[in-house]
């Protein structure tokens, strides 16, 4: 019997009792929603989390820089030095896109009558496309930027005026009244540096560019070209090995009781820090890994994936197998579907043994009538859990998007990736192939002549 007539009498077969074959698609259909809804609900949760602290960096990006120790500490002679060879063995890690090293120096800064505190962060300029600084308003710098600076749009908050007789704070409540970012577009900061030798210098700085409020990590900082912020570090560093406390001080590094900066001399050849970029995100947790296994201090946001994966995991297996276990009560009646039907047609099958069917024709025929009922109960499935997951999505992850201080539209509750939905329909097929084996493998022993006769 060929393959197109065994499905086209299996479809005919099931819908001679069309209530009984409605029935037991629906208890599919109840079964593939339970499990890609459940499913759904682990997925969303690692997906909005990802989306959430790539509000507060990229996961492509680490941050490194030169590791600390206690006197004593057996691991100091692991302790590396963030330099020019450190750099260039960095860039020739497999998956590392870029690195730019970076300096940091803070002082106090002005801006018209504001008076405030910044970070100044030099960079390569060429690299802050690759290390995605997405700007806003304004430009980026070019490597012919000399003073010329962009800052982070939370810049403008570190900015007060005295005559208010408050200092601003990095704690908003929502409907707050807030300065806006482009009050720096354009204008120009005077940050005064102070070094141990009570030497004082003014540096104009022209703010060319204002980044986007996507990422929080360059929020509160201010980049420039990375050259030019060298010099300032420089001047910084002058006389820093006479009274080194108060020159940590003046940069912004808090003095810890017991550490001691990693390797001997002055600091002038080593980086405040680096920025990497990786390829993808798996990358990123096994060079970050890779780092701190060199000595270095590598974080990035990417490192706080493995453990909501993990639970996501579980919670996954536990969702999942809630559902499993209606999807094996759906089983259970597609058996009991397809023994009744076997009861019901002991004379056909009878008759085609008679005319010649093979006992695989016989077993493929009961076979394709469950495969069907799991087949439509799981496409019927797919549908019903997608309309679910809107109406979880529309109205539960919209009640607690505000809640959790999120982006309208950001946290999903629900997610189905086209794997799941594969998964589903192969697996609500699978369970109908499996519960037609035992009425399949019953209706091939049936005796033409017996059959024939009670039929």
Same mark, same amino acid.
């Given at each position: 019997m060929k393959s197109y007539d065994l499905f086209t009498l299996a479809n005919r077969n099931l819908w001679r009792r069309k209530g009984r074959t409605v029935l037991t698609v629906l208890g599919v259909l109840i079964g593939t929603t339970a499990i890609v809804v459940m499913m759904s609900l682990g997925i969303g949760l690692v997906e909005s989390q990802k989306k959430q602290m790539a509000q507060w960096g990229s996961l492509n990006i680490i941050r490194v820089s030169q590791s600390w120790y206690y006197p004593g500490d057996p691991d100091t002679d692991k302790q590396r030095k963030l330099n020019d060879e450190a750099i260039a063995e960095i860039r020739g890690i497999p998956g590392v896109e870029t690195v730019s090293p970076a300096y940091d120096v803070g002082g106090e800064a002005k801006l018209g009558r504001k008076t405030g505190y910044i970070s100044l962060i030099g960079i390569e300029t060429g690299a802050m496309d690759l290390l995605e600084f997405d700007i806003a308003h304004g430009r980026l710098l070019n490597q012919d930027d000399r003073f010329n600076v962009v800052a982070g749009a939370m810049v403008i908050h570190s900015f007060w005026d005295p005559r208010q007789r408050h200092e601003p704070r990095k704690d908003f409540r929502p409907g707050e009244p807030q300065a806006d970012p482009l009050e720096l577009l354009n204008k120009r900061i005077s940050m005064t540096l102070i070094n141990p030798r009570q030497q004082k210098r003014i540096f104009n700085l022209n703010v060319v560019g204002i980044l986007s409020e996507k990422s929080m990590d360059h929020a509160w900082s201010v980049y420039g070209n990375i050259t030019e912020i060298k010099k300032m570090r420089d001047f910084m560093q002058q006389g820093s090995q006479d009274n080194p406390i108060v020159y940590e001080k003046e940069i912004?590094?808090?003095?810890?009781?017991?550490? @001691?900066?990693?390797? !001997?001399?002055?600091?002038?050849?080593?980086?405040?820090?680096?920025?990497?970029? %990786?390829?993808?995100?798996?990358? %990123?947790?096994?060079?970050?890994?890779?780092?701190?296994?060199?000595?270095? $201090?590598?974080?990035?946001?990417?490192? $706080?994936? #493995?453990?909501? #994966? $993990?639970?996501?995991?579980?919670?996954?297996?536990?969702?999942?197998?809630?559902?499993?276990?209606?999807?094996?009560?759906?089983? @259970?009646?597609?058996? $009991?579907?397809?023994?009744?039907? @076997? =009861? #019901?047609? %002991?004379?056909?099958?009878?008759?085609?043994?008679?005319?010649?069917? &093979?006992?695989?024709?016989?077993?493929?025929?009961?076979?394709?009538?469950?495969?069907?009922?799991?087949?439509?109960?799981? /496409? *019927?499935? @797919?549908?019903?859990? =997608? *309309?679910?997951?809107?109406?979880?999505?529309?109205?539960?992850?919209?009640?607690? +998007? !505000?809640?959790?201080?999120? #982006? !309208?539209?950001?946290?999903?509750?629900?997610? /189905?990736?086209?794997?799941?939905?594969?998964?589903?329909?192969?697996?609500?097929?699978?369970?109908?192939?499996? &519960?037609?084996?035992? !009425?399949? +493998?019953?209706?091939?022993?049936?005796?033409?002549?017996?059959?024939?006769?009670?039929?």
């Open positions: 912004g590094i808090p003095r810890m009781p017991g550490i @001691i900066k990693p390797g !001997p001399g002055t600091q002038d050849d080593q980086y405040s820090f680096a920025l990497v970029r %990786t390829r993808d995100v798996v990358y %990123t947790r096994t060079i970050s890994k890779d780092l701190r296994d060199r000595g270095f $201090n590598a974080h990035s946001i990417a490192d $706080n994936l #493995e453990g909501i #994966e $993990n639970a996501a995991r579980q919670i996954q297996a536990i969702l999942g197998g809630i559902g499993a276990i209606t999807l094996l009560v759906a089983a @259970i009646g597609i058996t $009991n579907t397809m023994i009744m039907s @076997i =009861y #019901e047609r %002991t004379r056909e099958i009878a008759i085609m043994k008679v005319v010649g069917a &093979s006992f695989a024709d016989v077993r493929t025929l009961f076979l394709a009538e469950s495969s069907l009922i799991g087949l439509m109960g799981g /496409i *019927f499935g @797919i549908g019903f859990s =997608y *309309f679910l997951s809107f109406l979880l999505n529309k109205y539960v992850a919209a009640y607690m +998007n !505000p809640g959790m201080g999120m #982006e !309208p539209g950001l946290f999903q509750i629900s997610l /189905i990736p086209p794997r799941l939905v594969l998964f589903a329909v192969a697996f609500s097929m699978g369970i109908g192939l499996l &519960s037609g084996l035992y !009425p399949a +493998n019953r209706a091939i022993k049936l005796d033409p002549i017996t059959a024939m006769r009670h039929g």
